[in-house]
């Protein structure tokens, strides 16, 4: 006959209360499916496995009916879930561990007198961000072939490049000089093996003389920069030409026009809040932009860049790479992934996205900004 544990045995190894126990079982959550002789509860292993996802899920902060919700999903197995589950407490532990590292520094700077303004307190969306999500980059995040052949050249015949917000390197030419500037050490640390030489600094105040390179580029994040327009202009002085490319957040449509931010994550409206137009952008370094459209098949796994294959948003792995899965939060990313899910496997989503199916490119407001 099976082993079973009794309720005070169970509740020992899990720290949780005898009452606790009966709680779950008087609502539904966990029943044992068995009593002793004296008539006491008697946990199975698979009623331990089910306890312990319960107990995991609340400790991750979700409410009773949400878990029970979540662990009587009949579309998802053990294996999933636990591969969920894991993902969910290795980006809490991400979170918490840039919390830290944003606490040592403020602690710091009090120590020395200095009280760190509103914007210090939030520079964990910068580059600390990715000292904390950095290491999950590369796994998605890789050169896409077309759009580099627009960066390269708009570039022209620039022999010194400069390349802000470097990252791993993935649009730096191969046939250039380029120095790179990073300030994320988790960044710096996993580009390639012979890659440009990378300095350690922020957009807003280059370490380089005016005028010291033929150009200098950014691709994918002049969204993360305290202030976009300062490091732009920055840009403009110590390079004759300037190649950007950023996202364009001032069309009267840009929230409805990708359907991943405009039926599942609205959140993400808010993380471009403030953010300066298009034309504002432009003027700052004194250019043109024009717009760049993303393959179906697109190589570089950024925020839109499945907009098209949408199953790929369910893996753990691609949201990851993409710094906005983190800056709106565990829940909104959960209810946004849920629902994709449940939408995709009901036909909902292809009922509500045929028109864009047979497309092979995508407008989505990604833009190249060229001076
Ligand atoms: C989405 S990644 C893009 C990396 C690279 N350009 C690419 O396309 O693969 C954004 C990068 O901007 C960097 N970053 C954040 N704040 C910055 C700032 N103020 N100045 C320069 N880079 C910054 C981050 O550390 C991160 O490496």
């Not at 959550?29 to 698979?46: H, K």
């Not at 999933?80 to 290795?90: M, V």
């Not at 939030?122 to 072939?145: H, N």
């Not at 996202?247 to 300066?276: H, I, T």
Request: aromatic residues 8%.
């Amino acid at each position: 006959m099976e082993e079973h544990l009794t309720v005070g045995r169970v509740a020992e190894l899990a720290g949780v209360s005898v009452r606790t126990l009966h709680h779950y079982d008087e609502i539904g959550l966990v029943r044992p499916s068995a009593r002793t002789a004296g008539g006491y509860r008697a946990y199975s292993a698979d009623d331990v496995e089910r306890l312990r996802e319960v107990l995991a899920h609340r400790r991750l902060g979700f409410g009773l009916r949400e878990i029970a919700d979540l662990v009587d999903d009949p579309a998802t197995d053990a294996v999933a879930r636990l591969r969920r589950l894991r993902g969910l407490l290795l980006e809490q532990r991400d979170r918490a561990a840039a919390m830290v590292t944003a606490i040592d520094k403020e602690l710091e700077a009090r120590a020395m007198g200095i009280r760190t303004t509103p914007e210090e307190q939030l520079t964990m969306f910068g580059a600390q961000l990715y000292d904390t999500i950095g290491s999950a980059y590369p796994a998605t995040r890789q050169t896409e072939p077309r759009i580099a052949a627009r960066v390269w050249d708009a570039l022209g015949d620039a022999r010194t490049v400069l390349n802000v917000g470097a990252g791993t390197g993935s649009y730096e030419p191969p046939d250039r000089d380029v120095t790179a500037v990073e300030p994320s050490a988790v960044m710096r640390a996993q580009r390639p093996a012979g890659a440009a030489p990378c300095v350690a600094a922020e957009a807003e105040s280059l370490p380089f003389e005016d005028g010291t390179f033929d150009a200098a580029m950014a691709f994918s994040t002049v969204h993360h920069w305290r202030d976009p327009i300062a490091g732009l202009r920055e840009m403009r002085r110590v390079a004759r030409r300037v190649v950007v490319v950023t996202y364009d957040a001032s069309d009267a449509n840009w929230r409805d026009r990708f359907w991943l931010a405009r039926d599942y994550l609205p959140e993400f409206a808010d993380l471009l809040v403030g953010w300066p137009s298009l034309a504002d952008l432009t003027r700052a370094i004194g250019g043109r932009a024009e717009p760049v459209l993303i393959p179906w098949d697109c190589a570089d796994g950024f925020f839109e860049a499945y907009w098209r294959r949408p199953e790929a948003y369910l893996e753990e792995s691609v949201r990851r790479a993409v710094s906005v899965w983190t800056r709106v939060g565990p829940e909104a990313e959960r209810r946004a992934v849920d629902s994709l899910r449940d939408d995709l496997s009901s036909g909902r989503w292809a009922e509500r996205n045929r028109d864009i199916v047979a497309l092979d490119t995508a407008e989505l407001g990604l833009r190249l900004l060229v001076a």
